[in-house]
């Protein structure tokens, strides 16, 4: 049911989606649809966190991978699975990290990004000698929030993204963090 969810958010958007349109799309019941999800927030929400759980996996696989010469690299493999989530994952353009349905999505006290960000740097501290400092994590929020904006904005660009709005985003984030000292 989630990947007829993804197709049908890439196809009518959130606001065009219905149980009734899902459970066409999935071949099932109606029944079956609301026997798992109350509604189509319920819906969306589950493909997101899913979204959500594919790229923090991602992450976790490719910044301890020793493949990183210093921490920015981590923060440019970050940006670039988020790139090729809007390239190649079914709905994602449209749901994000759930901003559309929820922006405390995983976590009730946190916006997304921040938990994003959260991830990202502990990682980065972990397996690569980033600053375990409130000032990094501050700027690491800062640098997720502005990427997500570029990215979007590159999408809406063009259908595989404005490379040269892509190619801005990276550089606009590390001139960000070297404003910080952290590069």
């Not at 990290?97 to 006290?109: A, K």
């Not at 990682?123 to 997500?148: N, T």
């Not at 999408?155 to 490379?163: I, S, T, W």
């Amino acid at each position: 049911m989630l990947d007829a969810c993804a197709e049908l958010i890439d196809e009518v958007g959130y606001d065009g989606l219905s149980t009734t349109l899902l459970a066409e799309r999935a071949g099932v019941a109606i029944g079956s649809v609301y026997q798992f999800f109350p509604d189509k927030r319920a819906i969306v929400q589950a493909l997101t966190l899913r979204n959500v759980e594919a790229y923090l996996a991602k992450l976790a696989d490719r910044i301890p991978a020793g493949e990183l010469t210093h921490w920015w690299d981590g923060v440019d493999g970050a940006i670039e699975e988020y790139i090729e989530l809007h390239r190649s994952v079914p709905g994602f353009r449209t749901l994000h990290f759930g901003d559309v349905v929820d922006v405390h999505l995983i976590d009730p006290d946190r916006d997304n990004n921040a938990v994003i960000a959260d991830h990202l740097a502990d990682l980065l501290v972990r397996y690569h000698g980033a600053p375990d400092s409130a000032e990094f994590r501050f700027a690491l929020v800062i640098s997720v929030e502005a990427a997500d904006a570029l990215i979007k904005l590159a999408f809406r660009r063009h259908p595989d993204g404005d490379n040269t709005v892509l190619t801005e985003a990276k550089t606009f984030v590390r001139g960000y963090l070297q404003a910080f000292a952290l590069v």
